[in-house]
């Protein structure tokens, strides 16, 4: 739907981690153009535990036409993460060079 995504401590944990778990079968039949998506993940553990491992099947993953990025924010609280993060995700997802 769009071409840029941005997530700052997303709800993983949502539905009982479900996006997790079927995060592989997703990425394998992911088609259409060129994507960006960066996210954060902050000092939370609920969060980061999730991201981290969204980090390491996006990286198994290899699809072609998604570029990622993760930023692991450990000195980040769930509160700060936004402010504290904001202008290195702007930067780089609209930075398609």
């Known amino acids: 739907m769009f071409d840029f995504?941005?997530?700052f401590d997303p709800s993983l944990w949502?539905?009982?981690k479900k996006l997790l778990k079927e995060a592989s079968k997703h990425l394998s039949a992911f088609s259409g153009g060129q994507k960006r998506y960066w996210f954060a993940?902050?000092?939370?553990e609920d969060i980061y535990v999730s991201t981290r491992l969204l980090a390491k099947v996006l990286d198994t993953a290899?699809?072609?036409n998604l570029k990622w990025?993760?930023?692991d924010e450990p000195k980040e609280e769930h509160?700060?993460?936004?402010r504290?993060?904001?202008e290195k995700?702007?930067?780089w997802t609209m930075n398609a060079r």
């Open 5 to 7: 995504y941005i997530a």
């Open 14 to 16: 949502w539905n009982d």
């Open 41 to 44: 993940g902050s000092s939370a």
């Open 62 to 64: 290899k699809v072609k």
């Open 69 to 71: 990025q993760y930023s």
């Open 79 to 82: 509160s700060t993460i936004f």
């Open 84 to 86: 504290a993060t904001k």
């Open 89 to 91: 995700a702007i930067i």
